[in-house]
């Protein structure tokens, strides 16, 4: 529901907040206003400067659309007029009150917290609280204790948590499962010295790919000053900052910072004492461009990045070669072919109600600090009409050239917004648009595949295999038929069912070697293999533990199953009921056995008459005739 109405309720507060920029009225209800903010895309800022109302003007004038004010308490009249002054220039706000900030709630009732925050409900201005910044993953306990406090009594004002950078795995995960919040926030500040740094696009892709994963919005804080190492950023740095998050998906984009936050060193579009710097109006043209994408990004959801390298003239930088390889929609089936001199991302969008409405972002991914343009083509597979290009802070239509090709320019940094109405398709592109999907979906899962050494090996080299088989094919191109993709579509699907960890295979073997123990004659095998086989079990076991050596366990593993497999049976071949010799009873039996299939582990030796490791319809003729011999 909230990428269906974001459309309508993004023009909405546009319009609104360009309406009551510079009025104390705001027609919306504080219900209303955060519906609409967490349906849109909004710049916001960390550390606002608000020393006076001319001061709050100038953040307005600057494009700021929310903010957070600190050491707030409504007891403190300073603090009750920053807020006036926000609400007057249309800046929403988010409050930190120090009281109810990081784990304070965990000890407090919710109707202590109610008195804190009453102040606030119902102000349209308000959209809610900042509960913590940056917590640690042992924080989430109590993290969640406070934030079920607070959601309880805020009567939907949003408490904020916002994340550390480059952290992976469950500390996003816990987001939505354990906090259970409907949104993802984190901090990148990628622009250091010279370069770009190297795992900049690999954060993006964890924090954008759990986002969509659970279908949440995805907040970002961009670099929009220097301190310390990270340099000043310049118009580019924060074209490519925003647009290479918007291509995984980020809605908010919060500048770090407008005002500088008493960094020693800091440089930012305003100092400590209010004082504009020369990044203000470079602050103020990229939220202005930012405002005039929002209305039409925020009527489609994301599907995923992929990267494109071709032609390029030098090698991709480090950052997009972590991730170059790990597309999450590789075949948005809208682009036929895309190129460039230097590296580029593309963001794959839909509309969600409207399958023929398309989009895509492009991004010059090259260094920013490199200074690099790039002309960019590419052709349609399911339009050759003029598409619709949103980039910087102008929309325009773009027709294709005799060829069908369109060609962009995109400046250092740069980044384009293609809107695309598509033709119906056939009933034969409708298929393989579904199969590319569907193989894409498997290689992009098996490609984003961690700590490999936990997965068991022969499961893992068949997925690979099939994976590669699948890459192959796609090098035909055009040429590729239904049946050839459904083909491979069908042996992914087969080889990704397939896949167990080290773990898996090892807790069956372990069951498997136990229930023999327990349950065989072993009356019937050489003593020495079960003296191997309980010898290697103990081992396997105590492999077992919360925190394995896979590569120990692994070969655990084979060593129990080795001694299973090499058991040497040495009873009578036939002689179901363990008379001494092979009688018809013993043949029916086994005929039964190959009808239903229930033989344990004893009976399988057993009924294996022609010691071919099966049992089948040659092991009854074999044992009729054993029958016969012995009458």
């Not at 050491?71 to 403190?76: P, S, V």
């Not at 959601?151 to 939907?156: L, M, R, S, T």
């Not at 997009?320 to 001199?341: G, M, N, P």
């Not at 020495?528 to 394995?548: A, I």
């Amino acid at each position: 529901m909230r990428r269906i109405l974001s459309a309508i309720l993004s023009l909405i507060f546009c319009f609104t907040l360009g309406a009551s920029m510079f009025t104390a009225e705001d027609s919306l209800t504080q219900k209303e206003a955060i519906e609409m903010f967490k349906t849109g895309m909004y710049i916001g800022d960390w550390v606002p400067s608000t020393l006076s109302e001319q001061h709050v003007k100038e953040m307005a004038e600057c494009g700021i659309q929310y903010t957070f004010l600190w050491a707030f308490n409504y007891d403190d009249p300073n603090k009750v007029q920053e807020l006036e002054w926000c609400s007057k220039y249309g800046i929403k706000v988010f409050l930190k009150d120090d009281r109810i900030y990081g784990t304070a709630m965990k000890d407090m009732t919710q109707d202590e917290i109610y008195q804190i925050i009453e102040p606030s409900i119902g102000n349209p201005n308000i959209l809610g609280y900042c509960i913590y910044d940056e917590p640690s993953e042992e924080q989430y306990e109590d993290l969640k204790v406070c934030l079920d406090k607070y959601n309880a009594v805020a009567q939907g004002m949003i408490g904020t948590v916002n994340l550390f950078p480059y952290r992976y795995g469950s500390y996003i995960e816990k987001v939505f499962t354990l906090l259970e919040m409907d949104y993802v926030s984190v901090d990148i500040y990628p622009l250091v010295g010279e370069t770009t740094e190297d795992v900049y696009y690999k954060n993006l892709k964890a924090v954008g790919d759990a986002a969509r994963k659970y279908d949440a919005d995805f907040w970002l804080f961009i670099q929009s000053m220097s301190w310390n190492d990270r340099r000043i950023p310049d118009l580019e740095d924060l074209r490519f900052q925003a647009y290479s998050a918007i291509a995984y998906g980020a809605t908010k984009l919060m500048h770090f910072c407008y005002s500088n936050p008493h960094f020693p060193d800091g440089y930012s579009a305003v100092d400590v004492n209010g004082e504009k710097s020369d990044l203000y109006p470079v602050l103020q043209q990229f939220n202005t461009e930012m405002q005039h994408l929002a209305p039409i990004l925020s009527q489609y959801k994301d599907l995923g990045a992929f990267y494109v390298t071709e032609g390029m003239s030098a090698e991709a930088p480090v950052y997009l070669r972590q991730v170059k390889d790990l597309s999450q929609y590789e075949d948005f089936r809208t682009i036929r072919e895309i190129s460039a001199d230097q590296p580029l991302m593309v963001g794959a969008f839909e509309h969600p109600q409207d399958g023929l409405d398309k989009a895509f972002v492009i991004v010059n991914a090259s260094d920013c600090y490199q200074q690099k343009e790039t002309d960019v083509s590419f052709t349609l597979r399911y339009s050759d009409g003029p598409v619709t290009v949103t980039m910087d802070g102008r929309t325009f239509a773009l027709e294709a050239d005799a060829d069908g090709v369109y060609r962009l320019h995109l400046g250092s940094g740069g980044g384009a917004f293609v809107q695309v109405q598509e033709r119906p398709r056939t009933e034969e592109e409708i298929a393989l648009d579904s199969y590319f999907a569907d193989c894409n979906a498997v290689k992009n899962a098996f490609l984003d595949l961690e700590n490999t050494i936990v997965y068991d090996s022969d499961s893992y080299q068949s997925l690979k295999d099939a994976v590669t088989a699948y890459t192959q094919l796609k090098e035909k191109g055009e040429a590729i038929t239904v049946a050839e993709l459904l083909q491979a579509r069908s042996a992914l699907l087969q080889a990704q069912s397939a896949l167990r960890t080290k773990m898996e295979v090892a807790t069956e073997w372990s069951a498997r070697g136990h229930e023999i123990l327990q349950t065989s004659d072993r009356s019937l095998y050489e003593a020495s293999g079960f003296e191997n086989l309980e010898k290697y079990l103990e081992r396997l076991d105590g492999e077992m533990t919360e925190e394995p050596n896979y590569t120990k366990l692994g070969y655990a593993t084979e060593k129990v199953q080795e001694a299973i497999e090499t058991l040497v049976f040495i009873g009578v071949r036939g002689d179901m009921d363990k008379s001494g010799k092979v009688t018809l009873a013993d043949v029916l039996g086994i005929a039964r056995a190959v009808l239903d299939g229930s033989l344990d582990f004893d009976g399988q030796h057993i009924a294996d008459v022609t010691e071919d490791g099966a049992v089948n319809l040659a092991d009854v003729i074999a044992a009729a005739r054993k029958a016969l011999s012995q009458r």
